[in-house]
T-cell receptor
Protein backbone atom coordinates (compact mmCIF):
# COMPACT_ATOMS: atom_id res chain seq x y z
CA UNK A 1 0.00 0.00 0.00
CA UNK A 2 1.95 3.01 -1.31
CA UNK A 3 -0.60 5.65 -0.26
CA UNK A 4 -0.26 8.80 -2.37
CA UNK A 5 2.54 8.92 -4.93
CA UNK A 6 3.72 11.89 -6.98
CA UNK A 7 5.99 12.26 -9.99
CA UNK A 8 8.38 13.83 -10.63
CA UNK A 9 10.08 14.61 -7.33
CA UNK A 10 11.94 17.58 -8.73
CA UNK A 11 11.67 19.59 -11.95
CA UNK A 12 13.32 22.65 -13.44
CA UNK A 13 11.43 24.57 -16.14
CA UNK A 14 12.09 27.66 -18.17
CA UNK A 15 9.47 30.40 -18.27
CA UNK A 16 6.78 29.52 -20.80
CA UNK A 17 7.37 25.77 -20.76
CA UNK A 18 4.56 23.40 -19.87
CA UNK A 19 4.48 20.32 -17.71
CA UNK A 20 2.14 17.93 -15.95
CA UNK A 21 2.50 16.77 -12.36
CA UNK A 22 1.16 13.29 -11.78
CA UNK A 23 -0.55 11.98 -8.65
CA UNK A 24 -2.00 8.58 -7.84
CA UNK A 25 -3.54 7.03 -4.74
CA UNK A 26 -4.24 3.40 -3.93
CA UNK A 27 -6.58 3.90 -0.96
CA UNK A 28 -9.78 3.90 -3.02
CA UNK A 29 -10.43 7.49 -1.94
CA UNK A 30 -13.12 9.54 -3.62
CA UNK A 31 -11.58 13.00 -3.20
CA UNK A 32 -8.23 14.33 -4.36
CA UNK A 33 -6.47 17.68 -3.98
CA UNK A 34 -3.57 19.77 -5.24
CA UNK A 35 -1.83 22.23 -2.91
CA UNK A 36 1.16 24.48 -3.22
CA UNK A 37 3.45 25.29 -0.32
CA UNK A 38 5.40 28.53 -0.21
CA UNK A 39 7.59 29.84 2.63
CA UNK A 40 5.54 31.61 5.29
CA UNK A 41 2.27 30.89 3.46
CA UNK A 42 1.31 27.47 4.70
CA UNK A 43 -0.46 25.31 2.12
CA UNK A 44 -2.92 26.78 -0.33
CA UNK A 45 -5.44 24.73 -2.29
CA UNK A 46 -5.13 24.98 -6.08
CA UNK A 47 -7.84 22.57 -7.26
CA UNK A 48 -9.71 19.64 -5.87
CA UNK A 49 -11.86 16.80 -7.11
CA UNK A 50 -14.61 15.81 -4.69
CA UNK A 51 -15.36 12.67 -6.70
CA UNK A 52 -14.44 11.05 -9.98
CA UNK A 53 -15.66 13.20 -12.85
CA UNK A 54 -15.75 16.49 -10.93
CA UNK A 55 -13.18 19.21 -10.35
CA UNK A 56 -13.41 22.56 -8.58
CA UNK A 57 -11.22 25.59 -8.07
CA UNK A 58 -9.53 26.21 -4.79
CA UNK A 59 -7.91 29.34 -3.43
CA UNK A 60 -5.21 29.84 -6.10
CA UNK A 61 -6.28 28.21 -9.42
CA UNK A 62 -4.92 30.76 -11.90
CA UNK A 63 -2.29 29.34 -14.23
CA UNK A 64 -3.22 25.71 -13.57
CA UNK A 65 -5.50 23.06 -14.98
CA UNK A 66 -6.38 19.65 -13.60
CA UNK A 67 -7.67 16.33 -14.86
CA UNK A 68 -9.25 13.58 -12.79
CA UNK A 69 -8.26 10.77 -15.09
CA UNK A 70 -9.98 8.05 -13.05
CA UNK A 71 -10.60 7.36 -9.39
CA UNK A 72 -6.89 6.79 -8.71
CA UNK A 73 -5.23 9.58 -10.66
CA UNK A 74 -5.38 13.38 -10.51
CA UNK A 75 -2.96 15.44 -12.59
CA UNK A 76 -1.99 19.11 -12.43
CA UNK A 77 -0.90 20.93 -15.57
CA UNK A 78 1.01 24.16 -15.95
CA UNK A 79 0.39 25.36 -19.51
CA UNK A 80 2.92 28.23 -19.50
CA UNK A 81 5.11 28.20 -16.42
CA UNK A 82 6.01 31.44 -14.68
CA UNK A 83 8.62 32.13 -11.97
CA UNK A 84 5.75 32.79 -9.53
CA UNK A 85 4.86 29.12 -9.83
CA UNK A 86 8.14 28.08 -8.25
CA UNK A 87 6.91 26.12 -5.25
CA UNK A 88 6.51 22.71 -3.67
CA UNK A 89 3.37 20.96 -4.88
CA UNK A 90 1.53 18.40 -2.80
CA UNK A 91 -1.19 16.04 -3.84
CA UNK A 92 -3.57 14.66 -1.23
CA UNK A 93 -6.56 12.35 -1.07
CA UNK A 94 -9.41 11.67 1.33
CA UNK A 95 -12.33 9.33 1.63
CA UNK A 96 -14.69 12.18 0.83
CA UNK A 97 -17.71 11.08 2.79
CA UNK A 98 -19.55 12.19 5.90
CA UNK A 99 -20.64 15.41 7.49
CA UNK A 100 -17.26 16.95 7.01
CA UNK A 101 -17.25 16.00 3.35
CA UNK A 102 -13.54 15.79 2.75
CA UNK A 103 -12.43 13.90 5.83
CA UNK A 104 -8.84 13.34 6.85
CA UNK A 105 -6.46 14.07 4.00
CA UNK A 106 -3.38 11.96 3.20
CA UNK A 107 -0.48 13.66 1.46
CA UNK A 108 2.10 12.62 -1.10
CA UNK A 109 5.82 13.41 -0.74
CA UNK A 110 5.67 16.50 -2.93
CA UNK A 111 7.15 17.81 -6.18
CA UNK A 112 9.69 20.63 -6.01
CA UNK A 113 9.32 22.89 -9.05
CA UNK A 114 11.74 25.62 -10.01
CA UNK A 115 10.78 27.96 -12.85
CA UNK A 116 13.63 30.04 -14.22
CA UNK B 1 -14.25 32.83 5.34
CA UNK B 2 -12.53 30.23 7.45
CA UNK B 3 -9.10 30.99 8.83
CA UNK B 4 -6.46 29.50 11.12
CA UNK B 5 -3.89 31.44 13.12
CA UNK B 6 -1.01 29.68 14.78
CA UNK B 7 1.95 31.00 16.68
CA UNK B 8 4.88 32.11 14.62
CA UNK B 9 8.12 30.26 14.88
CA UNK B 10 10.69 29.14 14.89
CA UNK B 11 10.52 27.52 18.30
CA UNK B 12 13.69 26.06 19.79
CA UNK B 13 13.49 23.82 22.85
CA UNK B 14 15.84 21.60 24.76
CA UNK B 15 15.12 17.88 24.87
CA UNK B 16 12.53 16.95 27.52
CA UNK B 17 11.07 20.47 27.62
CA UNK B 18 7.32 21.13 27.53
CA UNK B 19 5.86 22.17 24.19
CA UNK B 20 2.85 24.34 23.45
CA UNK B 21 1.98 25.59 19.98
CA UNK B 22 -1.04 27.87 19.99
CA UNK B 23 -3.74 27.63 17.34
CA UNK B 24 -6.98 29.59 17.06
CA UNK B 25 -9.55 29.46 14.30
CA UNK B 26 -12.44 31.33 12.74
CA UNK B 27 -15.20 29.27 11.15
CA UNK B 28 -18.94 28.93 11.07
CA UNK B 29 -20.57 25.96 12.71
CA UNK B 30 -18.49 23.11 14.06
CA UNK B 31 -15.43 22.41 11.92
CA UNK B 32 -13.11 19.46 12.33
CA UNK B 33 -9.68 20.42 13.60
CA UNK B 34 -6.33 18.86 12.75
CA UNK B 35 -2.65 18.99 13.49
CA UNK B 36 -0.34 17.87 10.70
CA UNK B 37 3.42 17.43 10.96
CA UNK B 38 5.98 17.80 8.18
CA UNK B 39 9.45 16.33 8.66
CA UNK B 40 12.28 17.74 6.53
CA UNK B 41 11.92 16.84 2.86
CA UNK B 42 8.64 14.98 3.35
CA UNK B 43 4.93 15.51 2.85
CA UNK B 44 2.46 16.27 5.61
CA UNK B 45 1.33 13.53 7.98
CA UNK B 46 -1.74 13.65 10.16
CA UNK B 47 -0.67 13.92 13.80
CA UNK B 48 -4.06 14.13 15.49
CA UNK B 49 -7.58 15.41 15.00
CA UNK B 50 -10.80 16.29 16.81
CA UNK B 51 -14.23 16.49 15.25
CA UNK B 52 -16.39 18.04 17.97
CA UNK B 53 -16.19 20.39 20.91
CA UNK B 54 -14.31 19.12 23.98
CA UNK B 55 -12.81 16.21 22.03
CA UNK B 56 -9.16 15.56 22.76
CA UNK B 57 -6.97 14.26 19.97
CA UNK B 58 -3.77 12.47 20.94
CA UNK B 59 -0.92 10.65 19.24
CA UNK B 60 2.78 9.99 19.94
CA UNK B 61 2.59 11.93 23.23
CA UNK B 62 1.03 15.00 21.57
CA UNK B 63 -2.40 16.24 22.65
CA UNK B 64 -4.83 18.95 21.61
CA UNK B 65 -8.33 19.74 22.91
CA UNK B 66 -11.08 21.27 20.77
CA UNK B 67 -12.21 24.35 22.70
CA UNK B 68 -15.32 25.85 21.13
CA UNK B 69 -15.61 28.66 23.69
CA UNK B 70 -12.14 29.98 22.90
CA UNK B 71 -12.04 28.71 19.28
CA UNK B 72 -8.70 27.09 20.01
CA UNK B 73 -6.87 23.82 19.40
CA UNK B 74 -3.48 24.20 21.06
CA UNK B 75 -0.90 21.45 20.58
CA UNK B 76 0.99 20.21 23.66
CA UNK B 77 3.60 17.63 24.51
CA UNK B 78 5.02 17.06 27.94
CA UNK B 79 8.55 16.09 26.96
CA UNK B 80 9.88 16.72 23.47
CA UNK B 81 12.58 14.68 21.75
CA UNK B 82 15.07 15.56 19.04
CA UNK B 83 13.00 13.42 16.67
CA UNK B 84 10.05 15.84 17.12
CA UNK B 85 11.92 18.51 15.17
CA UNK B 86 9.58 19.36 12.28
CA UNK B 87 7.08 21.91 11.03
CA UNK B 88 3.62 21.67 12.62
CA UNK B 89 0.47 22.87 10.86
CA UNK B 90 -2.90 23.49 12.42
CA UNK B 91 -5.82 23.08 10.02
CA UNK B 92 -9.59 23.00 9.90
CA UNK B 93 -12.17 21.38 7.68
CA UNK B 94 -15.42 23.25 7.47
CA UNK B 95 -18.99 22.08 7.22
CA UNK B 96 -21.20 22.09 4.17
CA UNK B 97 -20.19 23.38 0.76
CA UNK B 98 -16.64 24.21 1.84
CA UNK B 99 -16.00 21.02 3.70
CA UNK B 100 -13.68 19.52 1.11
CA UNK B 101 -11.10 22.19 1.70
CA UNK B 102 -8.54 22.14 4.49
CA UNK B 103 -7.63 25.62 5.69
CA UNK B 104 -4.08 25.66 7.07
CA UNK B 105 -2.19 27.91 9.40
CA UNK B 106 1.21 29.08 8.21
CA UNK B 107 3.11 26.45 10.18
CA UNK B 108 5.41 26.52 13.19
CA UNK B 109 8.92 25.18 12.89
CA UNK B 110 10.11 23.32 15.97
CA UNK B 111 13.76 22.54 16.61
CA UNK B 112 14.67 20.36 19.58
CA UNK B 113 18.29 20.42 20.69
CA UNK B 114 19.97 17.69 22.78
Amino acid sequence: NAGVTQTPKFQVLKTGQSMTLQCAQDMNHNSMYWYRQDPGMGLRLIYYSASEGTTDKGEVPNGYNVSRLNKREFSLRLESAAPSQTSVYFCASSEGRGRHGGGTQYFGPGTRLLVL
Amino acid sequence: GDSVTQMEGPVTLSEEAFLTINCTYTATGYPSLFWYVQYPGEGLQLLLKATKADDKGSNKGFEATYRKETTSFHLEKGSVQVSDSAVYFCALSGVGAGSYQLTFGKGTKLSVIP
